[in-house]
């Protein structure tokens, strides 16, 4: 069977209370029955397979609570993964992931755990990891830094006996319109990576557009009170200008010092500004070699990050691309040799490779698979982030180079006119012509000091013209991508509206609206359902209601690989409210045919007192039949 991803499956649930395993049972694809009579603990297990899959869980049952850990051995797009959690009152737990399986896991080294908060922070959490491995947007919304998060989409996944009936979503503290509608419109198949992404580097681009104006602005109130502009055409037309008053002054100078010479006046000549003056050149040499080795080392830091960037970003797609090709290649048997053309015998072993017959476990594989994903992700983000760094420090250096630059440019001038034209203190008009040489000189320094700051101004005005320009692109696309998110959204919930009405035409003859139904209206926002317009029934039937649109939901996704939807149904209410058992029973049978039937693999965990006849078979049930005196948890 094909797999639609994201996809997300249990195989395996082990409970411990004390150090002592109480539950351990295997789990398959398609549907799965926990079956007991009433209060003999299915609805615990249920729990815990919400818990382990990080729903955050502080109303545990009475023998629940007795326990210590939750082992969850879970498939992530076919990448086998161990979460582990312990089981406590207090809200917001943290999970260990373990890349392997439960056996591995029980034998591993405590360093190859990882721990994730519940919460991101300075470490992801859990959820952007798990988010990572099902290769589902983590979807920011509310014009805020919120994030989904798993426990939030687990809740249009797992249907309790503890959840209003006439509600879609299992309740939460602190719940919102906007969260349900964000969570609905993701497992819709709205929310693409590049709308997602589109959306999160509009939110930087605004506010690094922002900061860049800002900068402008308190660079022009600092330096720009005289009212000349901070351009670079302005700063070259004045230093141009000052150079050449400087230039005129000191062949004035060069003329009366000859005339001075020739008159065989013999004035001593000052040399201390030559020396003041080299002094300064060879400081500002030191610093500008200084500066630029800086520079040269941190570009050449950046351009070898740049290329480990891009090698991340290969590897991350030959990592999902090596998924499906093991995905096709398990599935060849080869009756000739490829190489050499001569027959391939069968040796019938299980779990072999298909043509040299040794050993394989496509498991170990795919957990490799997901390690490697998930570390280079972290390795990416930690990467960008220094070049972010590098880009400022870059910035900073270059604006100190640049004045820097100008300084040494007008000293090195004014060298070479103290050198042609020494200063003599014998003439009124020469020490005049030295004044005016030497506020010329001040202006043209003054000039060079904002050179660092017209270098900023030029930086800033290229960035916020780059930034307004890439502004304009993400707009351009998030309005693409909304309008497709729009149009995917529509056509998902047609097409589970449209297996809503089918479920309850299917149903026994209990309710009218049921039968007559040609209508199914729902709103995540509103977290509510509409038969026909009405939203009122009995308990069973409101039951059923619920049950029927959050089944059509997972199969709608089974036949449609555009869906963010994990393929994955946990239900508790197959029988809630007074539900009889012929139409329970109803219920499951349809459940079973949906789910042999699917396009994509799927898993549907259900629990029930009443199984039907025809399901209560090894290939379907998980565990044996709970009993008041042999329950779940074997304590």
Not at 304 to 318: G, R, T
Not at 322 to 339: G, H, M, N, R
Not at 572 to 579: A, P
């Amino acid at each position: 069977m094909t797999m639609f991803k994201p996809n997300l499956r249990v195989e395996r649930l082990q409970v411990t209370a004390r150090g002592a395993v109480v539950y351990d049972e295997q789990f398959h694809t398609g549907l799965n029955i926990i079956r007991g009579e009433n209060s003999s603990g299915k609805s615990t297990i249920m729990d815990f397979i919400f818990y382990g899959l990080g729903g955050d869980l502080n109303n545990w049952r009475e023998s629940a609570i007795r326990c210590d850990t939750v082992f969850l051995q879970v498939a992530l797009n076919g990448g086998t993964a161990t979460f582990s959690r312990e089981v406590s009152d207090q809200p917001s737990r943290p999970m260990r992931i373990f890349l392997g399986t439960i056996d591995e896991a029980v034998g591993a080294r405590l360093e190859e755990w990882q721990v994730y908060p519940y919460s991101r922070g300075a470490k992801d959490s859990f959820s952007q990891v798990i988010f990572r491995f099902l290769g589902l947007p983590e979807v920011q919304y509310a014009e805020t830094d919120t994030k989904i998060t798993i426990n939030q989409v687990l809740r249009l996944l797992y249907a309790d006996q503890l959840s209003p009936v006439e509600k879609l979503f299992r309740p939460q503290r602190f719940d919102d319109a906007i969260t349900r509608q964000t969570v609905g419109e993701l497992l819709c198949g709205a929310f693409s990576s590049k709308f997602y992404n589109a959306q999160i580097r509009l939110g930087l681009a605004n506010k690094e557009f922002d900061l860049a104006d800002a900068q402008m602005k308190a660079l022009i109130r600092a330096h720009g009170t005289d009212g000349n502009p901070l351009t670079l055409e302005w700063f070259t037309a004045e230093t141009a200008k000052y150079n050449a008053q400087l230039e005129s002054t000191n062949d004035q100078i060069s003329e009366l010092e000859e005339k001075i010479f020739h008159a065989q006046f013999e004035d001593r000549l000052s040399l201390n500004d030559q020396e003041e003056t080299y002094k300064r050149i060879v400081q500002l040499q030191a610093t500008i070699a200084r500066l630029q080795e800086e520079i040269d080392s941190l570009e050449l830091e950046r351009a070898d990050s740049l290329q480990f960037i891009a090698a991340i970003d290969e590897k991350l797609i030959q990592l999902n691309q090596s998924d499906a090709v093991i995905d096709e290649l398990k599935t060849l048997e080869y009756e000739f040799c490829p190489a050499c053309l001569a027959p391939i015998d069968n040796h019938d072993v299980e779990g072999a490779c298909g043509l040299c017959k040794m050993a394989y476990d496509p498991r170990e594989t795919k957990a490799r698979s997901l390690k490697f994903i998930n570390e280079f992700s972290r390795q990416r983000k930690e990467s960008l982030d220094l070049q972010n760094d590098r880009a400022s420090e870059i910035e900073l250096l270059r604006e100190q180079l640049a004045t820097s630059k100008s300084l040494w440019e007008q000293a090195s001038r004014h060298y070479q006119i103290a050198v042609r034209s020494p200063t003599t203190e014998l003439r009124l008009k020469l020490r005049e012509l030295n004044r005016s040489a030497g506020y010329l000189i001040r202006k043209i320094e003054d000039l060079a000091s904002k050179a660092g700051v017209i270098e900023q101004m030029a930086g800033l005005s290229k960035t916020t013209e780059n930034l307004r320009i890439e502004i304009d692109g993400l707009r351009a696309t998030i309005d693409a991508e909304r309008k497709r998110n729009s149009t995917q959204v529509s056509k998902a919930k047609t097409a589970i509206a449209d297996l809503v009405v089918k479920f309850l035409k299917w149903d026994l003859a209990r309710q009218s609206t049921f039968e007559n139904a040609e209508t199914v209206t729902f709103e995540f926002d509103a977290d509510r359902i509409a038969v026909n317009g009405d939203s009122f029934f009995s308990a069973s039937s409101m039951v059923y209601l619920k049950n029927s649109f959050l089944a059509a939901f997972c199969f709608a996704a089974t036949q449609d690989r555009s869906f963010n939807h994990p393929r994955f149904l946990l239900m508790d209410t197959v029988e809630d409210k007074g539900m009889e058992p012929l139409r329970s029973q109803n219920f499951q049978k349809l459940l079973f045919k949906m789910s042999q039937s699917a396009a994509s693999e799927n898993q549907v965990i259900i629990a029930t007192s009443m199984i039907a006849p025809e399901l209560n078979v090894p290939d379907i049930t998980v565990g044996e039949f709970y009993t008041h005196d042999r329950r779940t948890l074997a304590f």
